[in-house]
């Protein structure tokens, strides 16, 4: 009988070892999957403004295009929070205070974190939508300099960056 229960463990344990390298996996896949959908919304925004612009010089004389600042985004009819570059204006007031709040739990954690950890940390709950919208926030940060992505899906405050305002 010992027996069994040995080998029915030792099949335990590899299907325990195979569940953890499919979760490492899925957080790769996650991560580019992530990375392709902000390409493709950049381009997107690339040429919604390309047209825009050459609607302009089409433009009907006598009848401006609405300003920029009237018109809004197609997201719940709020407008874009934009996220400087940390190069050009280093100030953590220039940053939404969405992305401050991400700063300041990245900051109190002292160490790097993953998006579900953020969104825990916040109080969004851990459903797909949340964590994918937090994966979003944190991938634009590394790409504006605010943090550091020292491992696929973990992300932690660049160096020199401060979570909180002096």
Known sequence: MGSVLERLAAREQAASGRIEEIREQIAV???????????????????????????????????????????????DGRRWQTVPHRSDDPDLASLPQSYRDVLEAMEDADQSLRSVDLCRSLGLGVKAAATEAMRGKLNRLVERGWCVSPETGRYALAPGVAGRMP
Do not use: F, H, W
Not at 31 to 39: D, G, K, R, V
Not at 58 to 66: D, N, T
């Open 29 to 75: 896949l996650a991560c580019e999957l992530s990375q392709a959908e902000a390409e493709l919304e950049r381009l997107r925004i690339g040429r919604q403004v390309l047209t825009e612009m050459l609607a302009e010089d089409v433009e009907p004389a006598g009848i401006a295009p609405p300003a920029p600042a009237a018109r809004a985004s197609k997201r």
